[in-house]
Structures are given as structure tokens and as C-alpha cells.
């Protein structure tokens, strides 16, 4: 994979994990969606008004014209491992930025994945 091709699919893995990231700082404000007696629909529209849910909206279509792109570079059998690369950026950033901690046996997990993209990437 070229280099270039490589940093147009790793921003939109980029991208896509701030996506994650502000959904769940979204939902932090609101609380959880599906609450007992009713109040669904109340919780729904209250995350409506959360700015980083729109931040996360925005990344995530961003992310999807960014991923054109590099599928139209890039055979999707070896761009779409590069998604697995999220798990990384979202493990640390998650436990950075929303206090997150992650166990061992998830950073494990994480590091079999990296190594999995890396011999993709080189074929």
C-alpha cells in the first residue's frame, strides 16, 4: 500500500473513531436512551440538543467521503482490515479523554489486531 493511500484510509479510521468517541460524550450528558416508564422518547430528544452528538454525526459522514476515497485507491480486501486500527485509537483515546480504563486482556486482544493490520497493510 502506498503511503498516501495508507493516510487517506487512516483518516478516515481517524474519523470514524471521533465519531464513536462523541456518541458516547453524547450519551454521558443524556444518560441511558432506554429508561423504564416512558421517557424514551424524551431522552431521545434531549440528546438531539448535545453538540457532541452533531460533532460525532459530522465526523462519521465525513469519515464515510474520506473512505470513499481511499476505496477507490485501494483493493477493499486490504483497506478494510484498516478499520481494526479504530479499536487502537478508541482504547486510547477513550481512557484519555472519558477515564476509561481498559484490562489487560482487552489490550491484549487490541495488539493481536494491530499486528493482523500491519501484515495486510504490507501485502
Do not use: C, H
Not at 498516501?4 to 484510509?9: E, K, P, Q, T, Y
Not at 480486501?77 to 484498516?82: F, I, L, N, R, V
Amino acid at each position: 500500500m502506498r503511503p498516501a493511500d495508507f493516510a487517506v484510509l487512516s483518516f478516515g479510521v481517524l474519523l470514524n473513531a471521533f465519531a464513536q468517541l462523541g456518541l458516547k460524550a453524547a450519551t454521558r450528558v443524556t444518560g441511558p436512551l432506554i429508561v423504564p416508564g416512558g421517557g424514551t422518547l424524551n431522552r431521545a430528544l434531549e440528546l438531539l440538543t448535545v453538540p457532541s452528538l452533531w460533532f460525532a454525526l459530522s465526523a462519521y459522514g465525513l469519515s464515510v467521503v474520506v473512505w470513499l476515497v481511499g476505496l477507490s485507491r485501494v483493493p477493499v480486501s486490504q483497506a478494510y482490515p484498516m478499520l481494526s486500527m479504530g479499536y487502537v485509537i478508541n482504547i486510547g483515546l477513550a481512557w484519555w479523554l472519558l477515564g476509561e480504563v481498559p484490562n489487560a486482556q482487552r489490550v491484549i486482544g487490541i495488539a493481536v489486531i494491530v499486528v493482523g493490520v500491519v501484515l495486510v497493510a504490507r501485502s
